[in-house]
């Protein structure tokens, strides 16, 4: 009995690291060693400095993971991207490829009576950790017209079931 829940614990704990936020890695860590612990990214990008591996947590969880990686595959940062500061970053004239680029896919892409392109909507946790939406608004060229934060009141004190 006690070897079955040993190896019932392992298994469970082994899940858990494939599924596992990869934000321990260290400078230096090979590409290789970062997929193989975190499990395949969501999405792979370019950047400048070589690629990006992404673990979003859309569109239900509030957290996306950017691991990046220089040209000789090994990790140079690491970092959540899903919060006020980096947000602030936008900026019109931004491209939709931009915005997935720096904080992965969006929860949701939607269309509103008062703006004539897509708006992108990612679920994030504020400071104070309460449930956000930053929306990014795109004209219909795919550039970024405006953006900003919104509280989601599912979950909220007055949320009625």
């Not at 504020?126 to 599912?154: C, K, T």
Request: aromatic share 12%; net charge neutral.
């Amino acid at each position: 009995m006690r070897s079955l829940l040993f190896t019932l614990s392992a298994v469970f704990a082994a899940w858990l690291t494939g599924c596992a936020v990869p934000y321990g890695f260290a400078p230096g860590t090979s590409r290789d060693a970062v997929i193989h612990q975190a499990g395949a990214p969501t999405r792979v990008v370019r950047t400048p400095q070589g690629e990006r591996l992404q673990y979003s947590q859309q569109p239900f969880g509030y957290e996306a993971w950017m691991v990046d990686v220089d040209s000789a595959g090994r990790v140079i940062g690491v970092y959540q991207a899903l919060n006020e500061h980096n947000f602030n970053r936008i900026q019109s004239g931004w491209t939709r490829d931009d915005v997935e680029r720096e904080f992965g896919p969006p929860a949701q892409v939607d269309h509103v009576a008062s703006w004539r392109g897509p708006v992108m909507t990612y679920r994030w946790r504020d400071v104070a950790n309460s449930r956000m939406f930053y929306w990014v608004y795109l004209d219909d060229r795919g550039v970024v017209g405006r953006a900003h934060p919104g509280m989601e009141l599912i979950g909220g004190p007055n949320h009625k079931s």
